[in-house]
């Protein structure tokens, strides 16, 4: 290896390989699962609420594996193919066209369904994503927000799911301006917008910029909930021969450039796979955001401080008419 290649967001050179591989011959009976944890351990693997990751290190582990770099104990027991299961999954029926105005649905009833209190919601939201978005639905791994979206009455309107930044994208990172060593520390605080389902029965003019834009007053105060870090930027990456990004732009997402098609991992030989090019939106969340995620200010405390939020009027410095202003 030439270059210490970037592997589940970290750098994996000879000593972190050598260290794994001592592990695996020194506790050959040990199973997939506690590797994982002792490799977390031993690296203070942690999410900024002091949790260890040790799911990301089961991943790591996994693709150093289908590199040929380590070989790791054969499973316990047998992984569940959530995707496969199909037939126990329920279809939605759809509801009857919604063609009224905007202002007759209000207020939307907006449910963060991956948190207890939101739970009930879940096995809906999963259906709605996997029956009607293109890319279907997967169980989602690492730290995500999905929210179920409905009228007052409440009928199921929309679907979004934010989950980790992509690890590179120049675009994003010319528009942030970090450096490539404070990028890999501060990636966190940026979040992926990775589906965004308008339910085909909406047809409601002006209700996917609306929804972005009620997400986009509350996503900091939730993840700061959940997480206990804030978020300072906002993602997505939308496949223009599908879509416009009309939605996002109405909700003053700014467009700034196109991604290389290249996907989140790499093959396991270190080659690229060729997807998609899509545009790429980034929304930011706070007015200081260069600041935070280029490390020249002091992140605050774990407290969200709507002041300091593009969303208060007092404050901004954004135009009027910023998401959160209305239809």
């Not at 790591?60 to 496969?84: A, F, N, S, T």
């Not at 259906?127 to 179920?148: D, E, F, K, P």
């Not at 706070?286 to 995620?293: G, S, T, V, W």
Request: charge should be positive; charged fraction near 20%.
């Amino acid at each position: 290896m030439s270059e210490a290649p970037v592997i589940q967001g970290r750098r994996i050179g000879p000593v972190e390989l050598e260290q794994i591989k001592r592990l695996l011959t020194t506790h050959p009976d040990w199973s997939r699962r506690r590797l994982s944890i002792e490799v977390a351990t031993q690296w203070e693997w942690r999410n900024p609420a002091g949790q260890l990751k040790d799911m990301a290190a089961r991943s790591l582990l996994l693709k150093l594996e289908e590199r040929g770099w380590i070989g790791l104990p054969p499973r316990q027991h047998k992984p569940v193919r959530r995707m496969g299961v199909r037939t126990e999954v329920a279809l939605v029926a759809p509801e009857p066209p919604m063609t009224q105005p905007l202002a007759t649905l209000l207020p939307l009833v907006i449910t963060e369904v991956s948190t207890p209190s939101g739970a009930a919601q879940r096995p809906l939201f999963e259906a709605l994503l996997r029956q009607y978005h293109y890319l279907g639905y997967r169980s989602w791994v690492g730290q995500n927000m999905q929210y179920l979206v409905g009228d007052r009455q409440p009928r199921p309107l929309a679907c979004l799911l934010f989950g980790a930044a992509a690890w590179q994208c120049a675009a994003r990172d010319r528009y942030i301006g970090w450096p490539i060593p404070v990028q890999a520390q501060n990636l966190h605080l940026l979040a992926n917008n990775t589906r965004f389902l308008i339910l085909p029965w909406a047809r409601v003019p002006h209700l996917a910029s609306y929804v972005l834009s009620q997400i986009a007053q509350r996503i900091g105060r939730d993840w700061q909930a959940k997480y206990g870090h804030p978020l300072y930027l906002l993602e997505t990456f939308v496949q223009g021969d599908r879509f416009a990004g009309t939605a996002y732009r109405a909700a003053n997402w700014v467009g700034v450039g196109q991604t290389q098609g290249r996907t989140r991992q790499d093959r396991p030989d270190g080659t690229w796979q060729q997807a998609a090019i899509k545009d790429v939106y980034l929304y930011p969340l706070h007015r200081r955001f260069r600041q935070y995620l280029q490390g020249l200010t002091t992140q605050p405390q774990a407290t969200y401080d709507p002041h300091n939020s593009i969303h208060d009027p007092s404050r901004s410095t954004l135009p009027p008419g910023s998401p959160g202003a209305g239809p």
